[in-house]
């Protein structure tokens, strides 16, 4: 490989205008870019991500937010209005517990849903790159500490130890305001519980990447210049690793959608009247679990309050773990995340 | 090799102990064991000063955790909040439902990813194989509730509804004597969890058997004159069991906590479900006590894991 780029960067400084018309020369991210494009899949996972993405934002214009959590008791645990006799266009994805219209929750709850998974993983991300950081640079003590925190993480089953943060932090929260809507003051908080159990993987990857690093030439020579420790660990270290990082983003960024389909699922995670993917989901559980609830559930079967949060927290999944995919395959072609 | 397994264990004990802390603070700061009388008129505020006293709560936390540790050191996980059992006598209760629930579903898994990562790998490129890939990629992305409540709307809600033979979703009771009921009580959670299960099973498979395929090792075995089904199963899968290994140690690690979702969904008498009821009713002990078994059991787990890639792949030496 290194004889290869020499080589090339010979050619190019003696031909400097035939190159760029023949065989353009890309960066490291062009090239990843031409690459991430012949993968059908990934390709096919970004084109559905963006419909999903125009469903959910672009649904707010026809249906008001006022809407999706207005009850209206008289109507319901309607099935879709479509499969009732005389068909209407009235409720597509049918009424909940309380009444309110599934297609207009679906619409919010997704902006939601998506909004809790982008931010998880922000902040899932910022935490194992400080945390893999810290512990690859300084190794040591700060090393072994900061892993076996690490492998305490790993080793504690996930949804259980969700299950109690959620039960002590979501309890009476109050509402707040963003970008001119009032949510429930849970939505931080689901972003909070989920980043705090996404960051193990990543901080181990960037770790590595650390260790190999930081041995290098270049690291070298900017510590024989004098740069302080936090500018070589942010300024050149992490740039180098980013390949990685991004592939483990778009990983747990399917993680994390999961993640809140599953507590919402419990009743643990966005509060109502907010909606979210998850919490739709939650009503299907509880004809479930009550008493009554059986015989709501068998011979009413209230399929629509499962099956299309559930198809729509699938496709969104898939989606974003074909283009993980596609990004793996072409940021690392020879696999440089283990 | 012994060095190894002693460092190892060393290291087991010190993230054991990070374990416990975590698990105490979140347990402790979570829960007032006190919140049940916070609201009783009927109680005056000696009475309840008397009964922190008596709980040992009025101590500083440090020393409430060292107590703590100390009974679960001894196996004493304390009294439940709730029905002020014994802790470990609430889990030993619910662990044979668990356990048989978790043992059939990790033995389906397995038949089953076998099955379709051998078939997938020998068939590459095939209609079959890229009929498995996508199941298995699809199955990774579904959430496991999904799966249970198809299944219980298919084989119990519809089945009825058509009048076919239809399977019990497990909210009623049933008579826990006869095996014939364990069994049909047991058919839909199994395949639910096996469904979720073998997606990641069958994938890893399938690329490690993919990745095999072509080492030295599997030419000189073929050119040896030995017969495919040899060279599969003798040589290419030991090897290429690795990474099927590392998640079949986690998930038997995991056996012990049974599985939450869909012991829920299915109303199954297991520790998931344990969790998940006195969570609802902020039953900490309870909790604070699984959360431990599950994690300590995931931490040796890893440790076996790790040995048994000695066996399966003799070249890797731990130092």
């Not at chain 2, 662990?95 to 990790?106: H, N």
């Not at chain 2, 009825?160 to 239809?166: I, S």
Request: net charge positive; hydrophobic share 50%.
């Amino acid at each position: 490989m290194a004889v290869a780029t020499e080589t090339l960067g010979k050619s190019e400084e003696i031909t400097p205008v035939a190159i760029p018309t023949t065989k353009p020369s890309y960066s490291l991210w062009g090239l990843a870019f031409r690459r991430f494009l012949r993968h059908r899949a990934a390709v096919a996972g970004m084109i559905g991500l963006a419909l999903i993405f125009l469903f959910a934002f672009g649904g707010s214009l026809f249906y008001t937010e006022k809407y999706a959590n207005t009850p209206d008791v008289l109507n319901r645990l309607q099935a879709p209005s479509w499969l009732q006799d005389p068909p209407t266009w009235e409720h597509p994805m049918g009424t909940d517990s309380v009444g309110r219209d599934v297609l207009a929750r679906m619409i919010y709850g997704g902006q939601i849903s998506l909004i809790i998974g982008f931010a998880s993983v922000l902040l899932a991300v910022t935490i194992g790159a400080v945390i893999g950081a810290l512990s690859g640079y300084y190794s040591g003590s700060v090393d072994s500490i900061l892993m076996r925190l690490t492998e305490a993480m790993i080793a504690i089953p996930s949804l259980f130890f969700l299950i109690i943060i959620s039960k002590m932090l979501i309890g009476s929260v109050p509402n707040i305001s963003f970008a001119g809507r009032s949510l429930s003051g849970s939505v931080p908080i689901v972003i909070f519980v989920i980043a705090i159990f996404g960051w193990m993987v990543e901080a181990r990857i960037v770790r590595s990447q650390f260790m190999s690093l930081k041995q290098q030439e270049f690291i070298t020579a900017a510590r024989a210049i004098g740069v302080k420790d936090n500018n070589i660990m942010w300024k050149h270290i992490l740039p180098n690793s980013i390949a990685p990082i991004v592939v483990f983003a778009s990983l747990g960024l399917a993680t994390a959608i999961l993640t809140e389909a599953y507590v919402g699922f419990l009743g643990l995670g966005v509060q109502e009247p907010t909606a979210s993917w998850g919490n739709i989901l939650n009503q299907a559980l509880s004809y479930l679990n009550r008493a009554f609830a059986p015989i709501d559930f068998i011979h009413r079967g209230v399929w629509w309050l499962w099956l299309f949060p559930s198809l729509a927290i699938i496709l969104t999944v898939l989606c974003v773990n074909f283009i993980g995919d596609g990004l793996r395959d072409a940021l690392d072609p020879r696999g440089l995340v283990d | 090799m012994s060095r190894y397994i002693i460092r190892r264990l060393i290291q087991a004990v010190l993230i054991i102990f990070v374990i416990t802390i975590v698990t105490f603070v979140v347990g402790r700061a979570a829960a007032d064991p006190m919140a049940a009388y916070t609201n009783n008129p009927r109680i005056s505020a000696e009475d309840k000063a008397r009964i922190r006293h008596n709980l040992g709560l009025d101590q500083p936390l440090p020393v409430q955790y060292l107590s703590w540790l100390g009974g679960v050191v001894k196996g004493d996980f304390g009294n439940s909040f709730t029905t002020k059992q014994k802790v470990t006598d609430m889990i030993a209760e619910r662990l044979p439902a668990t356990l048989i629930l978790m043992i059939c579903a990790l033995i389906t898994t397995v038949i089953v990813s076998l099955l379709a990562g051998i078939y997938a790998a020998t068939h590459q490129y095939s209609a079959g194989d890229n009929l498995i890939t996508a199941a298995t990629f699809v199955g990774f992305s579904m959430p496991v509730f999904f799966i249970g409540l198809s299944l219980i709307f298919i084989f119990g809600v519809g089945f009825k509804a058509w009048g076919l033979p239809y399977l019990p979703t497990g909210t009623a009771v049933w008579d826990q004597n006869n095996p014939i009921e364990w069994i049909k009580h047991l058919i839909l959670p199994v395949a639910t969890l096996t469904l979720i299960q073998a997606a990641g099973y069958t994938r890893y498979l399938r690329s490690s058997l993919l990745d095999v395929q072509h080492q030295d090792y599997i030419r000189t075995a073929k050119s040896k004159g030995l017969s495919d089904r040899v060279v599969l199963w003798k040589h290419a899968l030991k090897n290429a069991s690795l990474p099927f290994v590392t998640i079949l140690g986690l998930d038997i690690a995991l056996l012990f906590g049974g599985a939450l979702v869909t012991e829920t969904i299915f109303s199954w008498p297991g520790i998931g479900r344990l969790f998940w009821e006195q969570s609802n009713a902020g039953d900490f002990p309870v909790m604070m006590a699984i959360l431990l078994i599950v994690s300590t059991m995931v931490v040796l787990g890893q440790i076996v894991v790790d040995v048994a890639y000695t066996f399966l792949d003799p070249r890797i030496k731990l130092a």
